[in-house]
């Protein structure tokens, strides 16, 4: 079955500090991945996506993700952070065409100013 | 553009009620998701519409059900509620499979 591991539950940071967040997928086919984002007390929103061709892909807020078929992730990246960064981090996948995505569990992220 | 619209905001239930909820996706949007959000378990795919038709369906008892009209507007149905119903259920929409899901601010289901 599909699924979507993320093994940082908690990170802490402060504020400049370089941050990258592990995901991990399980589907041995084409899939499309994606980073959402979940302020608090906002709705989730879309960071970034990849679907296909470069296997690095950049986002909003100067996030960038990279995609590694052969080890089967898409860890987030951003070189510098920042106090509003502090949000939950999900990561997702789903089959190419398919609207079901399979979430993993989410990043807290907490930037110390 | 208006973004998706869930209502209501906040629900209280009692054990063994019926609840509806609503979401209203962005214009031109044809796929409807839903997703339970919930502290132990995440974020799980119940079921998406597209031109109301269920395409996909989670793994979920068939106490949850749901459907799509005509103006791609959505509701969702949970019968016979049980106390582990309880949770941030979240609507989301997209222009067709396979595209970015555009998520609505959630409606937070308490049983009690």
């Known amino acids: 079955a599909q699924s979507v591991s993320q093994h940082n539950h908690h990170v802490i940071l402060s504020e400049a500090a370089s941050l990258e967040l592990g995901c991990n997928y399980s589907y041995g086919g084409t899939v499309n991945l994606f980073w959402y984002v979940q302020y608090p007390g906002q709705h989730l929103q879309l960071l970034l996506k990849?679907?296909?061709?470069?296997?690095l892909v950049k986002g909003i807020k100067g996030f960038e993700a990279e995609f590694i078929k052969s080890k089967f992730s898409f860890n987030l990246r951003k070189p510098s952070v920042q106090w509003s960064d502090t949000a939950e981090y999900f990561c997702?996948?789903?089959?190419?065409?398919?609207?079901?995505?399979?979430f993993g569990t989410g990043t807290r992220l907490t930037v110390i100013p | 553009k208006a973004g998706v619209t869930q209502t209501p905001r906040y629900l209280i239930k009692t054990r063994g009620q019926q609840v509806t909820l609503s979401c209203s996706p962005i214009?031109?949007?044809?796929?409807v998701s839903w997703y339970q959000q919930t502290p132990g378990q995440g974020l799980q795919f119940l079921f998406e519409?597209?031109?109301?038709?269920?395409?996909n369906k989670g793994n979920f008892p068939g106490r949850f059900s749901g459907r799509q009209f005509s103006n791609s507007r959505s509701e969702m149905n949970v019968s016979t509620l049980e106390l582990g119903d309880s949770a941030l259920y979240l609507c989301a929409s997209s222009l067709q499979g396979g595209s970015p899901l555009h998520f609505g601010n959630g409606t937070r289901l308490t049983v009690t």
């Open positions: 990849y679907f296909s061709g470069d296997p």
């Open positions: 997702a996948s789903d089959q190419t065409g398919a609207n079901n995505l399979f």
């Open positions: 214009s031109g949007h044809r796929s």
């Open positions: 519409y597209f031109s109301e038709t269920q395409r």
